[in-house]
C-alpha cells in the first residue's frame, strides 16, 4: 500500500522561508513530485525528486532522502501569492504515470 | 498550447440523476486520469488510460461510475444516479505515456454539487 503524511496547514510571513515536510510508506517507490493548487484552480507541478538530494527551481527547492522515505519543499522569500495548498505526491514502479497525493498542506503567508 | 480543458465547470444536481463531466488532454498525450478531490483533500485517482486502454480503473466505484475514451484522445466521466457524497472536484490530467517524470498535466476540474 501507499500513504503519505503531511502537516495540514503552515503559517509564514511575506519574506520568510518555510518548510513542508512529507513522509512516505511506498511498495516499489520510484520519485516524489510537489504540486500548488490555489483555491478552485488546479494542481500545478512545482518539482520532482527520484534521487536523494536537492533539486532547486527559483524560489522553491525540494529535497528527498530514500533512505529515510522523506522529502520536503522549501519556500524562499515567501510571497503573498504562495498562499496556496501544496502536495507531495509519489509515483511507484510499474504503476505507469500514476500518483498518489497527500492530504495538503495549506500554506498561508501572512504581511 | 492549450492545457487540459474540462467541462463544465460547474454543475448542480438533485441526488439519483445523471451527471457526465468532459475531458480533452493535451494534444499528443496519450495517457489520461480521472481524479476525484474532496474538499480539504488530495486527489484520488479514479481511472488511468492508456490510449483507449483503461488500464487502472480499481478505484473506480463501478456501480454507479463509468468512462469513456473511445478514440484514445477525449474522455467522458459518467455518475448515474448520482449520490449527495458525489459532491466533490471531478479533476482530469494527462501526460506523456511511458514518462515517469512525476509530472501530470491537470485541468481546473469539474466542481459537482448534488442536492
Known amino acids: 500500500g501507499q500513504s503519505l503524511e503531511q502537516p495540514s496547514e503552515v503559517t509564514a510571513v511575506e519574506g520568510a522561508i518555510v518548510q513542508i515536510n512529507c513522509t512516505y510508506q511506498t511498495s516499489g517507490f520510484y520519485g516524489l513530485s510537489w504540486y500548488q493548487q490555489h483555491d478552485g484552480g488546479a494542481p500545478t507541478f512545482l518539482s520532482y525528486?527520484?534521487?536523494?538530494g536537492l533539486e532547486e527551481t527559483g524560489r522553491f527547492s525540494s529535497f528527498l532522502s530514500r533512505s529515510d522515505s522523506y522529502g520536503y519543499l522549501l519556500l524562499q522569500e515567501l510571497q503573498m501569492k504562495d498562499s496556496a495548498s501544496y502536495f507531495c505526491a509519489v509515483s511507484a514502479y510499474n504503476q505507469g504515470g500514476k500518483l498518489i497525493f497527500g492530504q495538503g498542506t495549506e500554506l498561508s503567508v501572512k504581511p | 498550447e492549450a492545457g487540459v480543458v474540462q467541462s463544465p465547470r460547474y454543475k448542480i444536481i438533485e441526488k439519483k440523476q445523471p451527471v457526465a463531466f468532459w475531458c480533452n488532454p493535451i494534444s499528443g498525450h496519450n495517457t489520461l486520469y480521472w481524479y476525484l478531490q474532496n474538499l480539504g483533500q488530495g486527489p484520488e485517482l479514479l481511472i488511468r488510460?492508456?490510449?483507449?486502454?483503461?488500464?487502472?480503473d480499481s478505484q473506480l466505484p463501478k456501480d454507479r461510475f463509468s468512462a469513456e475514451r473511445l478514440k484514445g484522445v477525449d474522455s467522458t466521466l459518467k455518475i448515474q444516479p448520482a449520490e449527495l457524497g458525489d459532491s466533490a472536484v471531478y479533476l482530469c490530467?494527462?501526460?506523456?505515456?511511458?514518462?515517469?517524470?512525476?509530472?501530470?498535466?491537470f485541468g481546473e476540474g469539474s466542481r459537482l454539487t448534488v442536492l
Open positions: 488510460y492508456e490510449n483507449e486502454e483503461a488500464v487502472d
Open positions: 490530467a494527462s501526460s506523456l505515456t511511458g514518462v515517469n517524470t512525476g509530472e501530470l498535466f
Open positions: 525528486n527520484a534521487l536523494d
